[in-house]
């Protein structure tokens, strides 16, 4: 069976609250750990509104210690907004905390803008431009210390927290590849390279350490509910959000609407439909479809997806009816005929 993962931003709703948002988090991640899911990860993300889980490492450590058996982990940590040594020092805590347990994926985006990401960097110089050499320097952080290692992360040092590559394009495809690392792509949010990403990555993998084949992660925005309209409807939230980091109106995570016709523009539903090109929205019966159809396109080892829902209950129901989903997904996907479209 394909494992499936969730991928959580902690939203902050409107009329909600930060210490809402990070309860919520531990609430779904028991939720997803109840319903047979392998992973939950969070993102790094800077001066939004809307998302409260800056400070990614506290916000796992948080949501670990609340769940027993999932792997808990990041998606990602933006590696050029840190230094090697800091990640090292915060993922071999959480090694510690919570053995065989914790993931570390990496991106080399700010996760916000570029005001923000000054602020965070002090240089931008040395940025997303170090970032090969900076995961090659977290690799060696976090595996066995040489005798003669100058630096040393404690804890950190042979925690040997398996590593990530985040990406959606063909840059951390390459890298990844060449790494010999697991590669989980964004096509959750940017669908363009996701195939040709794919054919990189597999075609340039090099067997390391960590990996000896190519392993691929592919992300999918989702919502399931108890019918098509239903679940259309609560997307709506998700259409919205988009719209306004389109206007560089971010602010807190909306409710949904009955209609988006009076709130978008035509160029603007053509951004957000294509950007959600591979959203999986539905009733029960229509997610498998797409899930398998998905999978099928992707030949995905493992595929996580986040839930954009703006109430707590209709967002764990949607974590219930993908797993329900779950498993007739892959066979779905060896059968389907839907092999060259995505609908």
């Given at each position: 069976?394909?494992p499936f993962?969730?991928l959580?931003l902690s939203p ?5 609250s930060?210490?809402?948002s990070?309860e919520?988090?531990?609430q ?9 899911y ?6 790094e993300h ?9 400070a ?19 998606g ?26 914790i ?14 990401a ?27 210390a040489?005798?003669d290692q ?16 985040l ?15 697991p590669?989980?792509?964004a ?5 363009d ?10 075609e340039?993998?090099?067997p ?13 925005m989702?919502?399931?509910a ?10 709506t939230?998700m ?27 035509q ?5 957000v439909?294509?950007?959600m ?6 009733g ?11 999978l099928d ?12 829902i ?6 764990l ?7 329900e989903a779950q498993?007739?997904a892959?066979?779905f996907?060896?059968?389907?005929s ?5 609908e």
């Amino acid at each position: 069976m394909i494992p499936f993962s969730i991928l959580d931003l902690s939203p902050i709703t409107e009329g909600g609250s930060v210490a809402e948002s990070l309860e919520n988090s531990r609430q779904l991640a028991i939720a997803a750990e109840e319903n047979g899911y392998k992973r939950f990860w969070l993102a790094e993300h800077h001066g939004m509104k809307g998302i409260a889980s800056a400070a990614t490492s506290l916000v796992i450590s948080h949501v670990a210690s609340a769940t027993r058996t999932i792997r808990v982990g990041s998606g990602g940590i933006m590696l050029p907004n840190h230094s090697p040594l800091v990640i090292a020092e915060q993922f071999g805590t959480l090694a510690a905390l919570y053995p065989g347990r914790i993931d570390l994926g990496l991106g080399r985006a700010p996760g916000t803008d570029m005001r923000t990401a000054q602020a965070l960097r002090r240089n931008m110089e040395a940025s997303g431009n170090n970032f090969p050499n900076d995961v090659v320097e977290l690799q060696a952080l976090l595996g066995p210390a040489a005798d003669d290692q100058k630096i040393i992360a404690v804890p950190g040092a042979d925690s040997n927290v398996p590593i990530w590559l985040l990406g959606s394009s063909h840059f951390s495809a390459h890298l990844a590849g060449m790494l010999g690392l697991p590669f989980a792509f964004a096509s959750h949010f940017a669908p363009d390279m996701l195939l040709s990403a794919l054919e990189i990555y597999r075609e340039r993998f090099t067997p390391s350490a960590q990996l000896d084949k190519p392993h691929v992660m592919v992300g999918v925005m989702g919502v399931a509910a108890d019918s098509d309209e239903q679940a259309n409807y609560l997307f709506t939230s998700m259409q919205q959000s988009f719209v306004a980091l389109r206007r560089n109106a971010r602010g807190r995570f909306p409710p949904p609407v009955e209609s988006m016709d009076n709130f978008w523009t035509q160029d603007e539903k053509i951004f957000v439909d294509h950007a959600m090109s591979y959203a999986i929205v539905g009733g029960l019966e229509t997610i498998r479809r797409k899930i398998g159809a998905f999978l099928d396109l992707t030949r995905a080892d493992e595929l996580i997806v986040s839930m954009p829902i703006y109430d707590m209950e209709a967002r764990l129901r949607s974590v219930k009816l993908f797993a329900e989903a779950q498993n007739q997904a892959e066979s779905f996907a060896s059968t389907s005929s839907e092999t060259s479209k995505f609908e």
